[in-house]
């Protein structure tokens, strides 16, 4: 049986680099290809978004998406990702969809891929350990902001990780200054470059050593100037850092794990806790096997406590902790001893699984079509109500202008039927009050929910088979299914809408906030 140790000699032995990320850009196609080309919800009040910004430029905005959103301005402070998804979805179509993610997922997977290549040298240990976490990121990649952010900070990954094979790489680390002013326009994700500079400074300072406090006083010089940098050039200013606030200690959808996406790692079921153990403990129990906690690995130690802190916080951060796991990973994690021989089979037997994989994705890319207009492909292969939209649009009466729906097609009914109609709610939590939340999802019965339909006077809903919020209008008064496919059903209230109705009526609704 194969000892483990820290250190293997066969894995370790240099592959080429460029073969090296040749070959971790072909899986991490095959990967984007034969995964699930799911549609993120969010991506469609994204769009509407980009509209407001693109007619009066990037501002603080009073919401007219949803009748029961706050009177407050909120901050659309991902617009230029927005601008790009907009101008890319105009361009091509439903061919955004797939392209923009994958290119942004691919040079997520390279950086991370030279950030595990130590002193330029690439080995088979390394190849595998990039593959394993380009398979993890994949569930959080799509056309959506923060996968705009992501190669920008597997960059910032990169570049620290040079510091540990010899002192600080001036150039790599003061392009992080407008990496990270780029990135507070695409997603709060910016934050994430100065806390891995800050992560590293405090553990370089603690080596009490003339070159540790150097290397600690240019990541502190250059986090702090990446931050004020970013803050300046932000049409936002300060208050990118209000919402990242709010986020992480006010918003109750975010607290209550209401949002899968949101929950801590340990929050997701007993598999997901064992394999983050696993991931998180593979590269501490090297360190402390190895190395005993020596002075030297300090700033390393400081990034693993970095990367255990973003997965005990929420759940969307996991690409994050990933990006600096796999790097830990490769350096300690322990290996087992191969002889020279089964290190060449091995490597023999990757090469053909990769070349497999390859040929298998591309035999599904060929035969997979991505072209056309955005709706229709969305109509096709989606579980969107793409046809409930139009039939609310061409044959349901508009009186109050109103629409119940669930939080997850909030995006979509915006993207179809706004100014039209307003929506019950959407995946913008930060809009809409507390007390919303709670009586919606987060301690919401029926008696709450009802209220919200009755106090909404809405003329339709527009929700998926099996809602709980369709089982309250088949008993509440007044409401009579009007139309029903395989993925939607449409009610229409018959307290606000004469039922004999063909077409829209005229609005009785007063004008919208602007």
């Known amino acids: 049986m194969a000892r483990l140790v820290s250190v293997s000699r066969a894995s370790d032995r240099p592959v080429p680099l460029p073969l090296f990320l040749s070959a971790l850009a072909l899986v991490a196609i095959s990967f984007f290809v034969l995964g699930p080309q799911s549609v993120d919800p969010d991506l469609f009040w994204h769009l509407r978004v980009a509209e407001l910004v693109e007619a009066d430029g990037p501002r603080p905005l009073v919401d007219d998406f949803s009748y029961n959103s706050g009177p407050e301005r909120w901050i659309p402070y991902s617009w230029l990702a927005e601008l790009g998804m907009q101008g890319a979805v105009r361009s091509l179509g439903a061919t955004a969809l797939f392209l923009l993610p994958l290119v942004c997922y691919v040079a997520t997977v390279l950086f991370i891929a030279l950030a595990v290549a130590r002193r330029g040298r690439a080995t088979l240990k390394g190849a595998l350990i990039v593959v394993v976490f380009a398979a993890l990121l994949l569930p959080f990649v799509g056309l959506r902001p923060a996968t705009f952010a992501f190669p920008l900070c597997a960059f910032a990954v990169w570049a620290v990780a040079g510091m540990r094979r010899g002192g600080p790489r001036w150039a790599a680390l ?73 986020y992480l200690t006010n918003d109750v959808m975010v607290k209550s794990g209401a949002i899968v996406e949101m929950r801590p790692f340990y929050r997701l079921g007993p ?68 002889a020279p021989v089964t290190a060449r089979r091995t490597s023999a037997v990757a090469a053909g699984l990769m070349l497999g994989l390859a040929l298998y994705a591309g035999q599904i890319l060929i035969g997979r079509s991505f072209g056309g207009e955005l709706t229709p492909h969305l109509e096709s292969k989606s579980g969107y109500p793409v046809a409930a939209a139009r039939f609310v649009r061409d044959s349901v009466p508009r009186i109050s202008g109103r629409l119940v729906n669930e939080m997850g097609w909030g995006g979509y009914l915006i993207y179809a039927l706004w100014p039209e109609y307003q ?71 018959g307290a606000t809408a004469p039922q004999t109705a063909t077409g829209p009526g005229p609005s009785a609704q007063p004008p919208m906030r602007r």
């Open 423 to 493: 929506v019950m709610m959407d995946g913008r939590t930060q809009v809409y009050p507390e007390a919303f939340w709670r009586a919606a999802y987060v301690n919401a019965t029926d008696a709450s929910r009802l209220e919200l339909i009755r106090r909404a006077a809405a003329d339709v809903a527009v929700l998926p088979h099996g809602s709980a919020w369709a089982d309250l209008l088949a008993v509440e008064p007044g409401w009579r299914r009007a139309y029903g496919d395989r993925v939607a059903t449409v009610w229409i209230n």
């Open 174 to 246: 003061m392009v992080l200054v407008p990496i990270t002013a780029l990135c507070a326009n695409l997603h709060l994700y910016f934050l994430f470059i100065p806390a891995l500079l800050v992560a590293w400074s405090v553990g370089a300072w603690s080596k009490r050593t003339f070159s540790g406090e150097r290397e600690a006083l240019v990541c502190v010089a250059i986090a702090a100037t990446s931050l004020l940098v970013a803050l300046a050039v932000s049409p936002f200013e300060l208050g990118l850092l209000e919402v990242a606030s709010y």
């Open 271 to 338: 598999l997901v806790l064992i394999a983050s153990a696993i991931l998180v403990g593979w590269p501490l129990a090297g360190l402390i096997y190895r190395f005993r906690f020596k002075a030297r690995y300090r700033p390393d130690q400081a990034l693993l406590i970095l990367a255990i802190v973003l997965l005990l916080a929420l759940g969307r951060y996991a690409p994050l902790a990933a990006m600096i796991l796999a790097p830990l990973a490769a350096r300690y994690g322990a290996w087992p001893r191969l």
